[in-house]
């Protein structure tokens, strides 16, 4: 029999839309955009549609206009995330979480008690949609570079495996877009060129690709045109950061009310950050104008803190700092991240001591929300605002 590699990669479709799906039955079946401002997920039907992430509103539903906009449930989605997450630990120990949504699973040593690696791949989407009711593609291959493009060929609730003997064949057919760090600037760059396709990359001498793109992503693509990918599945690392980001849409934004989108981001990502027992020592903001550009502003903190009120003077700062820039280009995304990430341990507070009654504040409202729900207590300027944030998943 022709072996199969061991690694899968599952990715829930539409994961947000999904969901949405899922938990309102009157939408299975219809276009589903999740955000109104900008499309943050839009269900298989939408997308035939032409509907695309990070598409603005209402060019959305231009396209669409029989689409459901339904506004982003972000406490939903996590539930739903650990609830995934779950069937993939009982599957595997050997688990590296990518996203909210996605997964790497190593499964090279359950042949004995799980069969070969498309079985398990088998009796996993099937655990999925019975103890989660969600759709999930998986590919398999003999390394994470192809298991992901297997799956994203798969889409949508597939499953694809690549044996060993058919890689190339598989995998030179596909549009050089197909490859990790191929955007539409380093496509268009391969476009004039001749090559549109992986396997025209591969045929490429490595100088002239190294010439064309730069020596380390001529030769990144070099390798992954050739599936060569040493990277293993990696359990027990930490994520290095932290972060959430909220879509604006197109209108214009006071910096009032930027502000308030701050708190709010600031406020969840340092909950979560002391609930991992974690500090941090960097604080990062995000921005995306109305004309797709990105500019980001960082402040490194001279101790480590998880400290909401530390992390937000800094993030404001930086904020305050890039109000010319919104002003002149607009803003249609705002983000912020906690990163410089470390294991919280005693550390000597700087005199004063108002760092301790801060952190013995946000210790009791953390313990106050744990026991009655997140909406328990609030700041005040976060009051009757909805919880719309997208937050990136952190492993424990």
Same mark, same amino acid.
């Given at each position: 029999?022709?072996?199969?590699?061991?690694?899968?990669?599952?990715?829930?479709?539409?994961?947000?839309?999904?969901?949405?799906?899922?938990?309102?039955?009157?939408?299975? /079946?219809?276009?589903?955009?999740?955000?109104?401002?900008?499309?943050?997920?839009?269900?298989?039907?939408?997308?035939?549609?032409?509907?695309?992430?990070?598409?603005?509103?209402?060019? &959305?539903?231009? !396209?669409?206009?029989? &689409?459901?906009?339904?506004?982003?449930?972000?406490?939903?989605?996590?539930?739903?995330?650990?609830?995934?997450? #779950? @069937?993939?630990?009982?599957?595997?120990?050997?688990?590296?979480?990518?996203?909210?949504?996605?997964?790497? !699973?190593?499964?090279? /040593?359950?042949?004995?008690?799980?069969?070969?690696?498309?079985?398990?791949? #088998?009796?996993?989407?099937?655990? @999925?949609?019975?103890?989660? /009711?969600?759709?999930?593609?998986?590919?398999?291959?003999?390394?994470?570079?192809?298991?992901? @493009?297997?799956?994203?060929?798969?889409?949508?609730?597939?499953?694809?495996?690549?044996?060993?003997?058919?890689?190339?064949?598989?995998?030179?057919?596909?549009?050089?877009?197909?490859?990790? $760090?191929?955007?539409?600037?380093?496509?268009?760059?391969?476009?004039?060129? $001749?090559?549109?396709?992986?396997?025209?990359?591969?045929?490429? #001498?490595?100088?002239?690709?190294?010439?064309?793109?730069?020596?380390?992503?001529?030769?990144?693509?070099?390798?992954?045109?050739?599936?060569?990918?040493?990277?293993?599945?990696?359990?027990?690392?930490?994520?290095?950061?932290?972060?959430?980001?909220?879509?604006? $849409?197109? $209108?214009?934004?006071?910096?009032?009310? *930027?502000?308030?989108?701050?708190?709010?981001?600031?406020?969840?990502?340092?909950?979560?950050?002391?609930?991992?027992?974690?500090?941090?020592?960097?604080?990062?903001?995000?921005?995306?104008?109305?004309?797709?550009?990105?500019?980001?502003?960082?402040?490194?903190?001279?101790?480590?803190?998880?400290?909401?009120?530390?992390?937000?003077?800094?993030?404001?700062? *930086?904020?305050?700092?890039?109000?010319? !820039?919104?002003?002149?280009?607009?803003?249609?995304?705002?983000?912020?991240?906690?990163?410089?990430?470390?294991?919280?341990?005693?550390?000597?507070?700087?005199?004063?001591?108002?760092?301790?009654?801060?952190?013995?504040?946000?210790?009791?409202?953390?313990?106050?929300?744990?026991?009655?729900?997140?909406?328990?207590?609030?700041?005040?300027?976060?009051?009757?605002?909805?919880?719309? !944030?997208?937050?990136?998943?952190?492993?424990?």
């Amino acid at each position: 029999m022709t072996d199969e590699g061991p690694i899968l990669h599952a990715d829930l479709d539409s994961f947000y839309a999904s969901v949405e799906q899922r938990d309102d039955p009157a939408l299975k /079946g219809r276009p589903v955009i999740v955000g109104g401002g900008v499309v943050l997920a839009a269900s298989y039907e939408a997308k035939a549609c032409g509907v695309r992430t990070a598409m603005g509103g209402a060019q &959305a539903r231009r !396209l669409c206009p029989e &689409a459901v906009v339904v506004r982003p449930r972000m406490s939903a989605y996590l539930a739903a995330s650990r609830a995934v997450f #779950e @069937v993939f630990h009982d599957t595997t120990p050997r688990v590296e979480g990518i996203s909210i949504d996605e997964a790497f !699973l190593d499964v090279g /040593g359950l042949a004995r008690i799980g069969g070969r690696p498309s079985r398990v791949a #088998e009796r996993l989407r099937a655990a @999925v949609a019975e103890r989660t /009711g969600l759709p999930i593609t998986v590919g398999v291959a003999r390394t994470k570079f192809l298991a992901k @493009v297997a799956s994203r060929v798969a889409k949508p609730d597939g499953l694809l495996v690549v044996p060993h003997d058919g890689e190339l064949a598989f995998l030179h057919p596909l549009p050089v877009s197909a490859l990790w $760090g191929v955007g539409k600037v380093t496509a268009e760059k391969l476009r004039a060129r $001749g090559i549109t396709t992986v396997g025209q990359l591969a045929a490429s #001498e490595h100088v002239d690709l190294v010439g064309l793109l730069g020596r380390a992503a001529g030769a990144h693509l070099h390798d992954l045109a050739h599936n060569e990918d040493p990277r293993r599945v990696e359990i027990g690392t930490r994520r290095r950061s932290i972060g959430a980001q909220r879509a604006l $849409g197109r $209108g214009r934004r006071t910096p009032a009310e *930027l502000d308030v989108v701050l708190v709010a981001l600031i406020d969840r990502i340092a909950r979560r950050l002391r609930a991992a027992r974690r500090v941090c020592r960097t604080v990062t903001i995000r921005l995306r104008f109305a004309d797709f550009s990105r500019a980001t502003r960082s402040h490194t903190l001279t101790d480590p803190t998880a400290g909401t009120g530390v992390l937000l003077a800094a993030a404001r700062e *930086l904020l305050v700092a890039a109000l010319p !820039l919104i002003a002149d280009r607009g803003i249609t995304l705002l983000g912020a991240a906690l990163s410089n990430l470390a294991d919280e341990n005693p550390f000597q507070p700087a005199l004063p001591f108002e760092r301790e009654r801060s952190s013995e504040l946000d210790t009791a409202l953390d313990a106050v929300r744990d026991r009655f729900g997140k909406a328990a207590v609030t700041r005040a300027v976060l009051l009757g605002r909805p919880d719309d !944030l997208e937050v990136p998943m952190l492993p424990d």
